[in-house]
């Protein structure tokens, strides 16, 4: 009897052994979103989850943790348990969001895993609204400050600082178009197709469904090239003769101190995801742009946004 | 809706994986029904943690599936041991009892498990012509239709509720305060942290609904637990027998039952268990024969039956077009709609449209299924209530533990489950409900984003609330309701007055 206890416990301890050296991933990951369901990041985030559950053999659960601009959810993955198993896809906002004192958090706070998208900004309006053109809608503003409303990010976000540095450099006291927070370009859409706001500065595949479906009409590209999408878009440099240019970009990253064979075996699974046919044509699909950048580029990649969004903060005057 | 959203959406049901935990969590909410004291609001908490590891469809499905049974089932103990099952079922408990005892059990649980069908399957079919075209509606909303949408629902939880509207009050505040903690608000302001990194990121809902509507349970049960059941003892033959009588002669009650469960339903803060009450009361009240009711007659069974189940369906209205939960299962719901990315709204229909008609599919199927399990639950029912609760119980405590610490990986989350399981136990002990605070807590970032969105929007002008039109109806409504008490007491002095 005494021996068959001692082969069962021994049995146990090795099962149990057995477990804490077999290799990561062994559990669900969970991948949280800063911002809200249907937005650019959510969509981005969820194909690459759903593309990464096939190399890492577990689900990958998607949470959008909202709020706060954007701080609460990266603060939650700044804060998750260093342990593989709660990741993220931080946004340009992280570059941004410590200079205008909504938190201490920096990009220097995470381990990046890779760069997977870069996507300018544009300028959107109701389909029927009185404002035909980037130069009438300036104009407007110009004329009567504090009437129009604008939103499509949190408070500082960079929808917000493209549209305020587009004011700026025309002259225009970024002011005369007072920011309503939203939680991701999605919400600040729907906000403006019902006549809540009058100008959405989000990037042109987040306005696409809304582009096709009649209800929005994008009027400009904040980048030297016309949207691959909308090859009639014109471009803030035809239209106005501005250098004005910004995007949003996105990364995947961990908590800073995540074991390194995790942090490889997540970044060699994000680039497979990212050299993926189902990824490229995902994001041609909604328009998304594509650029990678490793562990360590990311980390560079994300220190020169740092120093030029906080420059360009300061220069409209939303930095503290 | 078109056929391919409709094909994609019967291929997502019909693989057999769906369909096994469309099984699995029947079974499971059969038993669960039928146990006095765990109720379907507590099946769906405990079924949480493990629709974490499931696809979007399937773990819907089973909440769905597990919530219908658990209702129709509630109905079992009624007849045999004169304890309803699920809160649901109380309204008519008595009734059921004293036709078990004047022989007829098997019309009782017939009439149960048939109208429960009936009424769920009317829930269904206007939750399937209601939401789509209510989300149309919608898209036109702003967050000054949605404040008033928030205000409406938190109020009607308050005052349009059996009960002290003072202590539903203090429950709806205790929700809001749950609700503020966190930086999770427009301004990303640290509020009630105590520079605590879990408090930062806000009181995660799920662990604290599973203590409140499991935990408190568990409490309740071990303080009753001296009792025994006595069984009655009755030959149950087939339940069917009568049926088709019994539809033709309340066809009116039936269809009342399930139009009134279904709107009470789609009430926030108002379910299943409000429903039955309401629709056995006016059953009674409209009856041609209204002496027979209380002494085993079957009419009241026929209608509230129908209305408990069509209240379920109902509820999920608001909570996919709006995110505004129709009773404290959907308000679970919620939590796990976001987790699976079918974040509810009004772009949900037509951006996951195959996975809501799948949805919408699961509610049909489970409201069939619920006639062939439902008779093996009522013939098994015997063994079914001769679990032993004193090892039941632990069993439970020890879900809600593992299922708490599984969402965030935290122990936080089980701190949080016992500390609210003891409170919610504690508020209904002093008649204090419950789901007007869980509507605060689901609800509370809600109203202040869309405050907050709105005074900017207006340049500070509360008068802005009210200068569109839906808002301004909306607005006069939610004022109406809340205004409510202070009218009926109004008029009770006027009407007293010789």
């Known amino acids: 009897m005494k021996a068959i206890v001692t082969r069962l416990v021994l049995a146990a301890a090795l099962l149990v052994a057995g477990a804490a050296q077999a290799q990561y991933p062994q559990r669900p990951i969970q ?14 985030a969820r194909i690459i989850a759903s593309l990464m559950e096939k190399e890492l053999k577990q689900p990958i659960n998607v949470v959008n943790r909202t709020g706060g601009s954007g701080v609460v959810g990266h603060d939650a993955i700044a804060r998750a348990a260093p342990d593989g198993y709660t990741i993220g896809m931080i946004t340009v906002e992280i570059t941004m969001m410590h200079h205008v004192g909504l938190t201490a958090l920096k990009h220097t706070d995470y381990a990046p895993i890779g760069l997977v998208n870069a996507d300018p900004a544009g300028i959107h309006v109701r389909v029927d609204s009185a404002y035909k053109s980037t130069r009438d809608l300036i104009a407007a503003i110009k004329a009567n400050p504090g009437k129009l409303k604008a939103s499509g990010t949190g408070q500082g976000g960079i929808w917000h600082l493209a549209i305020a540095g587009l004011l700026k450099d025309q002259g225009v006291d970024p002011g005369a178009l007072p920011w309503v927070p939203s939680n991701g370009a999605a919400p600040g859409l729907q906000d403006m197709v019902a006549g809540g706001v009058d ?30 999408l909308y090859p009639n878009v014109p471009t803030l440099q035809k239209e106005l003769g501005s250098k004005w240019a910004i995007a949003a970009w996105r990364v995947i990253a961990a908590p800073k101190g995540i074991p390194a064979d995790a942090q490889r075996t997540l970044g060699a699974a994000l680039k497979k995801v990212y050299d993926s046919k189902e990824y490229k044509d995902f994001m041609a699909g909604r328009g998304f742009g594509v650029i990678w950048a490793d562990a360590e580029g990311t980390a560079k990649f994300m220190a020169k946004s740092d120093t030029d969004l906080g420059a360009t903060l300061k220069a409209v005057g939303l930095a503290k | 809706m078109t056929l391919a959203v409709l094909s994609q959406a019967l291929s997502l049901v019909l693989d057999p994986y769906v369909l096994w935990v469309v099984f699995a969590s029947a079974a499971f909410g059969l038993f669960v029904g039928a146990i006095p004291g765990l109720t379907a609001t507590m099946a769906t908490a405990l079924l949480v943690p493990v629709t974490f590891f499931m696809p979007p469809v399937p773990a819907i499905a089973a909440i769905v599936t597990a919530t219908a049974m658990a209702i129709f089932a509630g109905d079992i103990p ?39 069908a009936v009424g769920g399957l009317f829930g269904t079919a206007v939750l399937i012509a209601a939401a789509p075209a209510l989300a149309e509606v919608a ?9 008033w949408l928030v205000v409406l629902g938190l109020s009607s939880a308050v005052f349009l509720t059996f009960g002290s509207p003072l202590k539903g009050v203090v429950s709806l505040l205790l929700g809001l305060l749950v609700a503020a903690v966190g930086l999770d608000n427009p301004a990303a302001f640290p509020r009630f942290t105590f520079g605590n990194a879990e408090l930062s990121g806000g009181l995660t809902l799920i662990p604290i609904m599973i203590g409140m509507f499991a935990v408190s349970e568990i409490l309740r049960n071990v303080a009753a637990m001296e009792q025994p059941w006595e069984m009655a003892q009755a030959r149950i033959g087939n339940v069917f027998t009568g049926m088709w009588r019994l539809a033709k002669r309340y066809p009116l009650g039936i269809l009342r039952g399930s139009a009134l469960g279904t709107a009470i339903g789609a009430l926030p803060g108002a379910g299943a268990d409000i429903a039955a009450w309401m629709s056995y009361a006016i059953s009674k009240k409209f009856s041609k024969e209204p002496e027979k009711f209380g002494t085993g007659h079957v009419e009241g069974i026929v209608e509230a039956g129908a209305s408990n189940n069509s209240a379920l369906a109902g509820a999920w209205i608001p909570s996919l077009v709006f995110g505004i939960p129709g009773d404290s299962i959907t308000a679970i719901v919620i939590g796990v709609l976001y987790i699976k990315g079918l974040n509810p709204g009004p772009t949900v229909f037509m951006e996951k449209a195959p996975e809501m008609y799948a949805i919408f599919f699961i509610f049909i199927i489970a409201n069939l299924l619920m006639l062939p399990l439902g008779v093996a639950a009522i013939k098994g029912a015997k063994q079914l209530l001769r679990a032993p609760r004193e090892l039941l119980m632990p069993v439970i405590l020890l879900f809600c533990i593992v299922g708490s610490f599984a969402i965030n990986n935290s122990l936080f989350g089980v701190v949080l489950m016992l500390v609210f399981g003891l409170l919610a136990y504690v508020m209904e002990e002093n008649g204090f409900p419950v789901a007007p605070a869980i509507l605060g807590m689901v609800l509370g ?11 900017i929007k207006s340049d500070g002008r509360l008068l802005g609330f009210f200068e569109r039109p839906i808002a301004g109806a909306l607005g006069g409504l939610a004022l109406l309701v809340i205004a409510w008490p202070l009218v009926r007491a109004w008029l009770e002095r006027k009407g007293g007055k010789p």
């Open chain 2, 139 to 147: 898209l036109k909303f702003s967050s000054f239709e949605y404040f």
């Open chain 2, 78 to 116: 009624s007849c045999l041991l004169r304890m309803p099952g699920t809160a649901a079922s109380a309204a008519y408990t008595d009734e059921a009892y004293a036709m078990t005892k004047k022989g007829h059990g098997e019309m009782a649980l017939g009439a149960g498990l048939v109208f429960s």
């Open chain 1, 199 to 228: 100008v959405v500065p989000c990037s042109i595949p987040e306005a696409r469904a809304m582009i096709d479906s009649g209800k929005v009409r994008a009027l400009s590209i904040m980048d030297p090239n016309p949207p691959a």
């Open chain 2, 445 to 455: 970032a809600m109203l202040e984003e869309h405050f907050i969105s709105s005074m």
């Open chain 1, 31 to 44: 991948l949280i979103v800063p911002w809200g369901a249907g937005g650019g990041t959510d969509a981005t």
